[in-house]
């Protein structure tokens, strides 16, 4: 599976971004799919994730209640809405897939594919 992360960039501390995720090679509606970041000299964090189209929905403490991920099957797509971002929240944002559902949905080696990566930056 190929996936392409878009939607990062530069916003103020309260301010909203939505990361979009498009799967191609194959359809992921019952694969889990998650995002992670990464800052700089830190390790690759857990944020989201949607288990399957069934629903089965998993959040990091640090984002509950401020972001949201959400799948458009029909899309082959997965999205994070982030609203009330935080100056904290500045990372690499990577999305990927599994092969299929999983139960630990937490831990990156999980996961078979990942995007390249967009930058978001949470800065006054």
């Known amino acids: 599976v190929q996936l392409q992360a878009y939607g990062g960039g530069l916003v103020q501390p309260g301010g909203s971004l939505r990361l979009s995720c498009a799967a191609s090679?194959?359809?992921?509606?019952?694969?889990?799919m998650g995002w992670f970041r990464q800052a700089p000299g830190k390790e690759r964090e857990f944020v989201a994730a949607?288990?399957?189209?069934?629903?089965?929905?998993f959040y990091a403490d640090s984002v509950k209640g401020r972001f949201t991920i959400s799948r458009d099957n029909a899309k082959n797509t997965v999205y994070l809405q982030m609203n009330s971002l935080k100056p904290e929240d500045t990372a690499v944002y990577y999305c990927?897939?599994?092969?299929?559902?999983?139960?630990?949905?937490?831990?990156?080696?999980?996961?078979?594919?990942w995007g390249q990566g967009t930058q978001v930056t949470v800065s006054s």
């Open positions: 990927a897939v599994a092969l299929n559902r999983l139960i630990d949905v937490r831990t990156h080696s999980n996961y078979a594919d």
């Open positions: 090679g194959r359809t992921v509606s019952w694969s889990t």
């Open positions: 949607s288990r399957d189209r069934n629903g089965g929905l």
